[in-house]
């Protein structure tokens, strides 16, 4: 009996622990995306070949852009990266590419820019291919073929963990939701996984 109380509430506080670190953790500030998810392989970059992709929508303040690789040929060379307005203004950065996510960071922040494009030129060698979506381009743009969309997020300096962002959470969640249903069957689900890992310690601890 003692022995599975002590296994118990050890096992409880050790999966607490790892979700309040979960909550509490730093992670980078992320203030937009090109929408496109990095689901499957999308842009080919061969060395010297300059891709560029529209974006919507540009957020001001970003100081980095982060891509996902999916394949990578030969060592791993440098990715440079241009965000140009319509009015012609650009901002780009220049840095290493790694075999999964990596970050580049920009010369200067963003500004707010809609619509606008982003172009992305390899130096090689061998050949880099960005992860991404499926979705077709409206056209071939400085010579890039039509096919998929290459995912891009933009980041801000700072830290930020999901715990200091709750509201924003439960105000997307409650977004998504049809009514009558909102933020608070976010708090009900929650409650719910607390009062069922109670009853899981109940049971190894009282069981016969």
């Known amino acids: ?35 496109a998810a990095p689901l499957l392989p999308a842009a080919n970059l061969p060395a010297g070949v300059k891709r560029c992709q529209p974006i919507s929508l540009v957020p001001p303040g970003a100081t980095r852009v982060g891509l996902v690789t999916s394949s990578l040929t030969g060592r791993p060379g440098r990715l440079h990266v241009s965000i140009v307005g319509l009015q012609g203004e650009s901002v780009g950065g220049t840095g290493p590419v790694a075999p999964a996510g990596f970050v580049i960071r920009l010369e200067s922040k963003t500004r707010a820019l809609h619509p606008a494009r982003i172009c992305l030129t390899y130096s090689g060698p061998g050949e880099l291919t960005l992860a991404g979506e499926a979705k077709r381009l409206p056209r071939a743009i400085h010579g890039a073929p039509k096919g998929g969309v290459a995912s891009v997020v933009f ?41 069922a890992a109670l009853m899981a310690l109940c049971w190894v601890v009282l069981r016969p």
């Open 155 to 195: 980041l801000r300096p700072g830290l930020v963990s999901w715990a200091s962002r709750r509201h924003q959470i439960a105000d997307r969640y409650a977004n998504s939701q049809v009514k009558p249903f909102g933020a608070w069957t976010l708090w009900v689900a929650a409650l719910a996984a607390i009062g």
């Open 1 to 35: 009996m003692r022995t599975r109380l002590a296994a118990g509430i050890a096992g409880a506080i050790l999966i607490a622990a790892a979700i309040l670190a979960f909550s509490l953790g730093g992670h980078q500030v992320v203030v937009g995306t090109d929408t």
